[in-house]
């Protein structure tokens, strides 16, 4: 390579890397504990704990949950209701003042299908591991914040690209995992960055590209809302405001029958982000591991319960959907969330050891020039 186009991605892996690299680190450390966010809750006491009743005591309905929600948070209106997947009694609630509240303005909750009880959630209201994730998500400062860690992300996966170009060559001269324990400790350290960043290179890719995509999630929801949601409730563009919604009690039973083999995900109920006024939006899901992240809805009209839409899904909602487990890998239980806590930590240290690297190399060329002067 010549060394014109070796000064050229030199210096572009050199400025994409210093750009992103304290927001990277800033990810990389609040994504540790994310990737451990259920053992975490547990140890510190956020995860609800039910009461202890026998296997077969039976479940309320949908209906009765729901006015179970409505009177812990008398004024409020649910949201949606998800089921938990470490217990199939608990319904994840969340309520708001208005169905079109944006998510950082709701209220989260348990509640026990069995009893209705509520068990509050302090890790989705502010506790650690909420901070863990605004920080890691938008660093509370909403869609600006999301779309600023994107270009941080992109300016991520250009750094690893060049690097690779730049690494090339320097492999012609030495034997692969080569560090060189004889020389300088800053060559120790290039050493030791470049080797640790080719072994954690298609971890780091994965993780960077998907973490972009999973930022621009709200412009991807915005965009199926705007084509494929949109196409679906159109005949109810000109109907009148409801004044009453159906009783919710049947939703999964028609759900199920509408998308037979798909199990619900989640319930969003009228004038919220993934349905419409008019409709309730019954999110199932595959039985599967992986089909389990892609969701089809089922629009119900809030009215009379018919079903009146069961959509396909666009690909890039598919893409959103796969690349977000991706990211924290949430695929393969703890073996998978021990791998990636070691690349997680391994990056950490390619992070530090380029801004090492790069504040050594300018002391050592300060010197030089310091040297020549004095000689001059």
């Known amino acids: 390579m010549k060394s014109k186009t070796i000064r050229r991605w030199s210096f572009i892996h050199t400025w994409s890397s210093l750009i992103c690299t304290m927001f990277l680190l800033m990810l990389a450390i609040t994504g540790l504990p994310l990737i451990f966010h259920h053992e975490i809750e547990h140890l510190l006491g956020d995860a609800p704990k ?20 409505k009177a812990h948070r008398p004024g409020e209106v649910v949201q949606y209701f998800g089921w938990d997947e470490d217990d199939p009694n608990g319904v994840i609630t969340i ?37 863990m994730l605004r920080l890691h998500v938008d660093m509370f400062a909403g869609l600006p914040g999301k779309l600023f860690l994107a270009f941080m992300g992109l300016l991520f996966v250009i750094a690893l690209i060049s690097g690779v170009v730049l690494y090339l060559p320097f492999m012609r001269r030495l034997k692969f995992a080569t560090v060189r324990q004889d020389k300088s400790t800053r060559l120790r350290w290039l050493d030791l960055h470049n080797l640790i960043g080719v072994v954690t290179l298609v971890w780091a890719l994965t993780v960077g590209v998907t973490g972009v995509i999973a930022a621009c999630a709200e412009l991807i929801i915005a965009a199926w809302r705007n084509d494929s949601l949109s196409t679906m409730i159109d005949p109810y563009r000109n109907a009148p405001p409801l004044t009453q919604l159906a009783p919710a009690t049947r939703l999964l039973d028609i759900a199920r029958e509408a998308a037979p083999d798909m199990e619900p995900s989640f319930i969003a109920f009228p004038g919220t982000l993934f349905s419409s006024q008019h409709h309730y939006g019954v999110f199932m899901k595959g039985n599967t591991h992986l089909t389990s992240h892609l969701l089809t809805p089922v629009l119900i009209d809030a009215s009379t319960l018919d079903v009146t839409a069961v959509a396909e899904r666009p690909w890039y909602m598919d893409v959103m959907s796969l690349s977000l487990p991706l990211h924290f890998g949430d695929y393969g239980g703890r073996p998978m969330q021990v791998f990636w806590a070691t690349l997680d930590v391994l990056t950490i240290i390619v992070l530090g050891s380029g801004v090492y690297l790069w504040i050594a190399r300018r002391r050592a060329t300060r010197r030089t020039a310091v040297d020549r002067e004095a000689l001059s």
């Open 50 to 69: 039910f009461r202890e009743m026998p296997a077969d005591t039976p479940q309320l309905d949908l209906q009765q949950l729901v006015e179970k929600a």
């Open 95 to 131: 309520m708001a003042p208005t169905p079109d509240t944006e998510p950082n303005a709701s209220h989260t909750f348990m509640l026990d299908a069995r009893t209705g009880e509520v068990l509050e959630m302090p890790s989705a209201n502010g506790g650690f591991m909420m901070v």
